[in-house]
Nanobody
Framework: VQLQASGGGLVQTGGFLTLSCEAS????????MGWYRRAPGKERELAAE???????NYHDSVKGRFTISRDGVKTAVTLIMNRLKPEDTGVYYC???????????????WGQGTQVTVSS
């Protein structure tokens, strides 16, 4: 499974950006899909994710500003990021998880990363 991400770029504080991610094939047993991010000098962290038939999770710092949604037909997600702050700067990675061949396995897939830069 390949994940193709688009969006990102440079924006001023208070601006908005949209990230999109689509899988190369339709995943019928999708467990979750979303976005992680890595700020300069920091560990990668969850930004937002949708768990199929489960909750939508957001990092505390983006609640109320970011909205993630899932496409109803394709295996794809969109992340709308509003009121961006300089601390949102980082590389954003699309992530997909689905069950593996054994019942206790989960397979993780990652996109190549897209840069988001918020200037102050």
């Amino acid at each position: 499974v390949q994940l193709q991400a688009s969006g990102g770029g440079l924006v001023q504080t208070g601006g908005f950006l949209t990230l999109s991610c689509e899988a190369s094939e339709n995943i019928h047993n999708l467990h979750s899909m979303g976005w992680y991010r890595r700020a300069p000098g920091k560990e990668r962290e969850l930004a937002a994710e949708i768990i199929v038939n489960g909750p939508t999770n957001y990092h505390d710092s983006v609640k109320g500003r970011f909205t993630i949604s899932r496409d109803g037909v394709k295996t794809a997600v969109t992340l709308i990021m509003n009121r961006l702050k300089p601390e949102d700067t980082g590389v954003y990675y699309c992530h997909l998880q689905r069950p593996g061949s054994r019942w206790y396995d989960m397979n993780d897939y990652w996109g190549q990363g897209t840069q988001v830069t918020v200037s102050s």
